[in-house]
């Protein structure tokens, strides 16, 4: 078994179903698909904390993204707020997840009922049909090969079948070490393919290098032109085109450490 598995879970793809149907940060077929699942008062109250709910950066700041992480166990994140255990840091926005936790509690079990068992059988055949191709390629041998970085962890593409157009690729680490990435399956193998390699180098770079958003653009720029050393160009980083043509070049010179090619980057940012 390869180091990048193909997962979906009911939870997280009944909470993007709430933010598509809403259209909280961006809106697609799927939505348009699902619009009478939720109230047009419920949909009001998810607009309201749209850039809250919202990670894209900028004025949608986020902070509320974790919610999800309750989006099939809100009974109990109430219960936090009512008993005043709460959730520290989040003090001033008690409203704002009771409404919030109230509009999962009140739809999950609808969903599980009669969206879910459709959505649950797309998403088993796509998970299914990708994984045999990744494990035929054993991309994640390749890539840790060519970086120079060994990992232990797993990594765990989730599935979701509700974000066309949303923002994806966020990383978060699991309690056991493992790391999960969220992905929209509305796109064929080799566009997953890339995407899915692009971020489990991210997992790989990140043992060795920090970065910070001002360092951005040439660390995402590392992670793809390893990717097109192994897959060829894949035209998702475009913006990075600068760097990834200079580690080419510098690793036609001689080899280069992740790490030194990174650190040599830095010139391209006075120019």
């Given at each position: 078994?390869?180091?990048?598995?193909?997962?979906?879970?009911?939870?997280?793809?009944?909470?993007?179903?709430?933010?598509?149907?809403?259209?909280?940060?961006?809106?697609?077929?799927?939505?348009?698909?699902?619009?009478?699942?939720?109230?047009?008062?419920?949909?009001?109250?998810?607009?309201?904390y749209?850039?809250?709910?919202?990670?894209?950066?900028?004025?949608?700041?986020?902070?509320?993204?974790?919610?999800?992480?309750?989006?099939?166990?809100?009974?109990?994140?109430?219960?936090?707020?009512?008993?005043?255990?709460?959730?520290?840091?989040?003090?001033?926005?008690?409203?704002?997840?009771?409404?919030?936790?109230?509009?999962?509690?009140?739809?999950?079990?609808?969903?599980?009922?009669?969206?879910?068992?459709?959505?649950?059988?797309?998403?088993?055949?796509?998970?299914?049909?990708?994984?045999?191709?990744?494990?035929?390629?054993?991309l994640?041998?390749?890539?840790?090969?060519l970086?120079?970085?060994?990992?232990?962890?797993?990594?765990?593409?989730?599935l979701?079948?509700?974000?066309?157009?949303?923002?994806?690729?966020?990383?978060?680490?699991?309690?056991?070490?493992?790391?999960?990435?969220?992905?929209?399956?509305?796109?064929?193998?080799?566009?997953?393919?890339?995407?899915?390699?692009?971020?489990?180098?991210?997992?790989?770079?990140?043992?060795?290098?920090?970065?910070?958003?001002?360092?951005?653009?040439?660390?995402?720029?590392?992670?793809?032109?390893?990717?097109?050393?192994?897959?060829?160009?894949?035209?998702?980083?475009?913006?990075?085109?600068?760097?990834?043509?200079?580690?080419?070049?510098?690793?036609?010179?001689?080899?280069?450490?992740?790490?030194e090619?990174?650190?040599?980057?830095g010139?391209?940012?006075?120019?």
């Open positions: 078994m390869g180091k990048i598995q193909c997962v979906y879970d009911r939870d997280n793809n009944f909470f993007f179903h709430l933010m598509s149907v809403a259209k909280v940060g961006y809106d697609n077929a799927y939505g348009e698909k699902h619009q009478n699942s939720i109230s047009a008062e419920d949909i009001a109250v998810l607009k309201k749209e850039k809250e709910l919202t990670m894209k950066g900028g004025e949608y700041n986020g902070k509320l993204f974790w919610t999800g992480m309750y989006a099939g166990n809100a009974k109990d994140a109430i219960k936090r707020i009512q008993t005043k255990e709460g959730f520290p840091g989040f003090e001033s926005y008690e409203g704002a997840l009771l409404e919030i936790f109230g509009i999962f509690l009140k739809y999950h079990d609808d969903y599980c009922e009669r969206i879910w068992p459709d959505e649950e059988l797309h998403l088993a055949g796509t998970a299914q049909e990708w994984q045999k191709k990744f494990d035929e390629e054993r994640d041998e390749k890539a840790e090969k970086v120079g970085i060994d990992s232990a962890r797993t990594f765990f593409a989730s979701i079948s509700s974000i066309e157009h949303g923002v994806e690729a966020i990383l978060y680490e699991s309690e056991d070490g493992n790391v999960y990435d969220l992905f929209s399956i509305d796109r064929d193998y080799n566009s997953a393919r890339a995407i899915f390699l692009h971020e489990y180098i991210i997992t790989l770079l990140e043992k060795k290098i920090s970065f910070s958003i001002e360092t951005y653009d040439r660390y995402e720029g590392l992670a793809e032109y390893y990717t097109e050393e192994l897959i060829g160009k894949t035209y998702n980083f475009s913006d990075q085109d600068k760097y990834i043509e200079f580690y080419r070049m510098k690793m036609a010179e001689k080899f280069y450490t992740p790490e090619l990174f650190s040599m980057s010139s391209l940012e006075t120019t």
